[in-house]
């Protein structure tokens, strides 16, 4: 069964740093596109970030230059490294892995969030 495990929320003041770690099991996350995905309250779901297997990036403009998104394949592992957070970027973040099936359907695959709170 797949799972995506996220950890490393918390609450930091502005201008921190925080790094959130997804754990996958039951899927090789390497061959596949990954994604962070984050939810405020009254929001909508955005991408924040997304990694293919090949290791290209690309990053909502709210956050480009401030987080990176990897990978660790050996651990199965995804990063969101966040830095110079704000107050905005609070949200219940999510992994995603996109597997793309044999017949051309695309699944997706969610962890459970973990919460990012930045506020002094």
């Known amino acids: 069964q797949v799972q995506l495990v996220e950890s490393g929320g918390g609450l930091v003041q502005p201008g921190g740093s925080l790094r959130l770690s997804c754990v996958a099991s039951g899927i090789t996350i390497s061959i596949y596109d990954k994604g962070w995905y984050r939810q405020a309250p009254g929001k909508l779901r955005e991408l924040v970030a997304r990694?293919?297997?090949?290791?290209?990036?690309n990053y909502a403009d709210s956050v480009k230059g401030r987080f990176t998104i990897s990978t660790d394949n050996a651990k199965n592992t995804v990063y969101l490294q966040m830095n110079s957070l704000k107050p905005e970027d609070t949200a219940v973040y999510y992994c995603n892995t996109k597997r793309i099936t044999s017949i051309g359907s695309i699944r997706d695959y969610w962890g459970q969030g973990t919460q990012v709170t930045v506020s002094s």
């Open positions: 990694i293919t297997s090949d290791g290209s990036t």
